[in-house]
């Protein structure tokens, strides 16, 4: 079975950091390239970055450059990302999904997670 477990969120004050993580399992971790999208409340998901299954490059959506950092641990199967100084506007729940192309392409989006809330609070 194809799963993408997203973990890692939870309530965070307004300035801090949290890191998420992404397992993958039931397919080739290494023939896919791995990306983060965002959806808040009442808002259309959003994309936030991606990297590479080839060489581990990465690539951000211009407003998320800076405060998003994604990397991977490929004996772990495992995608992170880690989000740094959080504004309120962040709050969403964040999906991991994996495609062949890259950068991932909405449309082209083969696997999803089932994603994980992210609260940031004054």
């Known amino acids: 079975e194809v799963q993408l477990v997203e973990s ?7 300035g801090g950091s949290l890191r998420l993580s992404c397992t993958a399992s039931g397919f080739s971790f290494d023939d896919y390239n791995i990306g983060w999208y965002r959806q808040a409340p009442g808002k259309e998901r959003e994309g936030v970055g991606c990297i590479s299954n080839s ?24 995608v992170y990302l880690q989000m740094d100084n959080l504004k309120l506007e962040d709050t969403a729940t964040y999906y991991c999904a994996a495609a062949e192309v890259y950068p991932l392409n909405y449309n082209a989006i083969q696997f999803w997670g089932k994603g994980t809330l992210v609260t940031v609070s004054p």
Request: charged share 25%; no cysteine.
């Open 8 to 14: 890692g969120g939870g309530l965070v004050q307004a």
């Open 55 to 78: 060489d581990g490059y990465t690539y951000y959506v211009d407003s998320m450059k800076g405060r998003f950092t994604i990397s991977k641990d490929n004996a772990k199967n495992t």
